[in-house]
Structure formats: C-alpha cells, structure tokens
C-alpha cells in the first residue's frame, strides 16, 4: 500500500479497493516501524489520523468524493495544529501546543485529508540540512549517512522512505525545491501569496511560502489545490482565482520556450549534475521544448542579500520568544533581564542565535544602510533580472542544487559553506517567483534535482513541464533501498 501515490490512492479509495482506515492503520504501523532510522517526525498524530480516516470513509459512504478525501499526508511542524504540539524544531516551542490550525492545515483537513503527524525541521526553519533541529537530525532515505536537506528535511525523508505520500512544507530559501532534490521528490514553492501563511511560524514572512513535497508533479497538483487561494488573514495573501492544477497538466510542451541561464553553470557545480541537467534538457527538447540561452547577471549578489534579509526578519519575528509572551521559560529567574537572556539563551540552539545576532546588527541605526537597504536593491536587481528573461523564454531550467546530499556533520562548523549551497534556490524567494524542484537523476547512488522557475502564478505551468518529464522518464519512481 505505501507504494502508492496519492493520485493512485485516491483511485484506490473512489474504487472502495481499500478504505482511509485500512491505508491509515498500514502507513502508522510502517512510520512505527521505520522511522526510528531516519527520524523524520517530530509527533505522530495516531487518534486524530484515525479519526479523520472514519470520517473521511463516512463521507465517501454518503456519496462524496474529491481527490484528498481519505488521503493520509504530514505538516512540517511549524505549521500550527490546535491541541497538537507545534515546536518549529525548537526546545522554545517544545511544549507549544497551537491554539488554532493554520489555514492550510484547516484546508486540508476540510478537503478530507488525514494528519498522520507533525515532521520534523532545522529549528524555525534555518537550515538546509535538517542538522539543527532540537528533535535531532533527519537522516536521508537514500543513504542513512547523509542529510536529507532542508529546512523541510522531515517531509522530505518520511515521503521518500514511503511513511506518507506527499507532505507539507515550507520554502524560504529553497527548503521545499532543496530536500525534494535530495530525496528525489518532486517539491513545488509557489508564488508568494499564493498560499496562506496564517498559523505557519514566521521565518522571514516576506520570503516564506508554504508548498507541497510528494513525488510526482501530479501529487503535486493535488496538495497544491487543498492549500492554495486566498486568505483575509493574510495580508499578503493574493485575491487570484485559483486554476485546476490537475487539467493542465496535459499540455503539450510543443514550442515552450526554455531559459538556461549561463550564470548557472560555474565553476561551483558539480559537473555530474551539469552533464544529468543537460539530459534533461535533450528530454524535454524532444518533447518540443525550445532551449535558449539566458544571463541572469545579479545572481552571484543573491546569497549575500538573502543572509541580510532573512536574518533581520527572522531578528524581528523571533523577539516575540522570550518566556513571558510566548516561549521555554528558563528555572528561577533573578530578575527580568535573567529571565530573557536565559531564556532565550536556553530555548534557541546556535544556528538561531547566529542568524539573530546577524539580523539585529544589519537592522541597527548605523548599519542599516550599509546592509539591510544594500540587500533590499539587490532583491530588485534580482527580480528584474528575472522580469527581463521573462520577456524571452517561459520558463527558467537549472540544477536545484550545486552538489548532492552531504555527510551528516561534514557542514556543521561552516554555516558560510551551507549557505552557499542555497545559490539556485534562494534567488526565486527573493523575487517572489513559483520554482519546481523534480528528480533528475543520481550521482554516487544519491538523488538529483532539477528546477525549473515559472512568472508569477504560473503554478501549473511548473507542473505540467514536470509531469510531461515525468511521463517520459522514470526517476522518479526510484525507491530507496531498505524502504
Ligand atoms: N537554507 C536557507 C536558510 O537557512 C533556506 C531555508 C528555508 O528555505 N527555510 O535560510
């Protein structure tokens, strides 16, 4: 059964082949089973699941149906579930229990989708290794001694090891595009406003966007049309009709104009992942794509900008955790002050604390200019650059990822070397752009990802360029061995 994707399950419960219980009751024996490997939830969620599986087949029974309805899936645990710890991979948060659900948690549980549990994460998604969570490190599928990615590395490896088949996840600088790389998944970030980010722990709110990682483009549809449209209590929710992500992906690719930049192919990139994203150009040129060579000049700016802003934001959002409003509160205080700083010392790990300290100082009055308004320039130059190429091509195709999966540990003391892994992701968060991670291939037996960036809200083209692919290759059926 855990063989299936949700498209193949939705078929399977419309057909009455097997019920939401039954696939319910077979997906918690396996988490129960295998996750202890790879440690990808950080709460199972076993009564409410079943309880939402009953539901679901009574609703079915009353002649209902729709896609999601009865199909089991996880949150990334920053997404807020009432009654259910919410702890952002953080000790702050380790006795959060969410007041409210988050809108995409509520309209997921409203299509009929059944919440298996609560997945793990790098703490308040800061990361791009599943390294720093509070709740111990994520280890990859594929190979247990490397990282799955992240900062969604949990979604990521429990639908790879088939504990689930599509998650959600969330991408502010590439933590949806980048473990689906890692675990060969396809992951979507949508445009951002696309979907709600009420009730999902602010990172940097105007680089965060909640998405779906599953493992085909089809899946991917399908999360997509529970957790999108707009939100009013959002503010940076969009008011755009939201299409049907599933009938366009037949389209034919005949003519699609393809953008590779050449700024993309540096010294940086491993030249196995090059020659496998060259492959998937021939793939999609025989499928009547156009390829044509584009420059994206200010993208070497990016990483630099991106560890400006988003550490400023995360500065200010992170200043509501303080023991008293919200937050770990440390054992006998002396005083106020005692009470913050331990606090906040205590419940934040190192990487945390880093980005803050990093935030404050480009925010304060005599560095604001020299950084913080420096970065905001670039994120326009950046987006322009995107806005130009847009003019000539309609979608834009590269590597997700400079190198595969690392060893555990191996960038744990660099935080400067992780940050450079995030050069082809982190550019589309800066200008607000949809991007669509999918497998592309393997080098020393671990997973590929190519991506692929859209113009706003062109979601479903994304898709379906990468469900024609997918039609055409087979990668990403691949299985880890062991699961
Ligand atoms: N690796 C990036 C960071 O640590 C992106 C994380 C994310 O997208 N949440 O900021």
Known sequence: MHHMTLAEIA????????????????????????????????????????????????????????????????????????????????????????PYDATVVAKLAAAGAVTLGKTNMDEFAMGSANESSWYGAV???????????????G??????????????????????????????????????????????????SSLDQGGPLARTAEDCALMLQGMAGFDPNDSTSIDEPVPDYSVGLNASLQGLR?????????????????????????????????????????????????????????????SRFDGVRFGYRCENPENLQDLYTRSRGEGFGSEVQRRIMVGAYALSAG???????????????????????????????????PNP????????????????????????????????SMPAGFVDGLPVGVQLLAPYFQEGRLLNVAHQYQLNTDWHTRTPTGF
């Open 155 to 204: 979604s990521a490896a429990a639908v790879a090891a088939r504990l689930l088949p599509a998650a959600t996840a969330t991408d502010t600088g590439g933590s949806i595009r980048q473990p689906a790389a890692f675990t060969n998944l396809t992951g979507l970030k949508p445009t951002y406003g696309r979907v709600s980010r009420w009730g999902m722990i602010a990172y940097a």
């Open 11 to 98: 078929r399977g419960l419309a057909d009455k082949k097997f019920s939401s219980v039954e696939l319910t009751q077979a997906l918690l024996a396996r988490i129960a089973q295998l996750d202890p490997q790879i440690n990808s939830f950080i709460s199972r969620t076993e009564d409410l699941a079943l309880s939402q599986a009953k539901a679901a087949d009574q609703r079915r029974a009353n002649g209902e149906s729709g896609a999601l309805l009865g199909a089991p899936i996880a949150h990334k645990d920053l997404f807020c579930t009432q009654g259910i710890r919410t702890s952002c991979g953080s000790k702050m948060l380790d006795n959060f229990k969410a």
């Open 405 to 436: 999966a690392w060893k555990l540990g191996a960038k744990s003391s660099d935080p400067v070397a992780a940050y450079l892994e995030d050069v082809y992701t982190i550019t589309a968060n800066l200008a607000g752009l949809p991007g669509l």
């Open 139 to 153: 280890k990859n599928p594929w190979n247990l001694e490397h990282v799955p990615g992240g900062s969604s590395g």
């Open 367 to 401: 560095y604001y200019d020299a950084y913080y308004l420096k970065a905001q320039k670039i994120r326009r130059l950046v987006k322009n650059d995107f806005m130009n190429a847009f003019n000539e091509v309609d979608i834009i195709l590269g590597p997700t990822t």
């Open 258 to 318: 393809i953008g590779v930049p050449k700024e993309y192919f540096s010294a940086g990139l491993d030249p196995r992942i090059a020659e496998l994203i060259h492959n998937s150009i021939k793939e999609l040129e025989k499928l009547g794509a156009v390829i044509k060579e584009i420059s994206l000049p200010n993208m070497q700016h990016a990483i630099p900008a991106y560890y400006v802003i988003a550490p400023a934001e995360a500065s200010s959002n992170l």
